[in-house]
């Protein structure tokens, strides 16, 4: 039986919270089948940015599809932790500088595959929980 209590995060503590993580997920709908693929990302001008190669996460955001993104943190010794979970519209970022900058905050990818486009979902809705002790 868990010990903790469930919390609704505020706007601003998502926000602290996408800012620790540097690994999220994020979520597509193709044909009607949801994909889900983990990403390096980073925070760029208040919007997820996050760079691919060709295929499906590609495919998706550059028709302007709404995306889910989602971010999370569990110590399962513990029982606690927290999870966010952003909303939005994406789309290709095809502006030199705003790539450029991009890039550079990306520059630690796990995977160096030929990731040349830089895709960014513009947060609509936000959620976020957390688990924590109990009063």
Same mark, same amino acid.
Request: proline share 4%; aromatic share 6%; charged share 25%.
């Given at each position: 039986? #868990? #010990?903790?209590?469930? /919390?609704?995060? =505020? ?16 979520? @597509?709908?193709?044909?009607?089948? !949801? ?9 760029? &001008? ?24 989602? @971010?999370?943190?569990?110590?399962? /010794?513990?029982?606690?932790?927290? #999870?966010? %979970?952003?909303?939005?519209? =994406? &789309?290709?970022?095809?502006? !030199? &500088? ?6 550079? %905050? %990306? #520059? ?14 513009? !947060? ?12």
């Amino acid at each position: 039986m #868990s #010990s903790g209590k469930l /919390e609704v995060l =505020s706007a601003e503590e998502c926000l602290a919270r996408l800012g620790q993580a540097k690994v999220g997920r994020v979520g @597509v709908c193709i044909g009607g089948t !949801p994909e889900i693929f983990p990403v390096n990302f980073a925070i760029l &001008d208040g919007a997820i940015v996050f760079r691919t190669g060709e295929g499906t996460k590609l495919h998706a955001a550059t028709r302007r599809n709404v995306l889910a993104f989602e @971010v999370d943190d569990f110590d399962d /010794e513990v029982q606690h932790g927290w #999870s966010v %979970l952003v909303t939005g519209p =994406s &789309d290709e970022i095809t502006d !030199p &500088d705003d790539i450029h900058a991009a890039r550079n %905050l %990306l #520059s630690g990818t796990w995977v160096p595959a030929d990731r040349y486009h830089v895709l960014t979902i513009v !947060p609509e809705r936000m959620t976020g929980r957390r688990i924590t002790e109990r009063d």
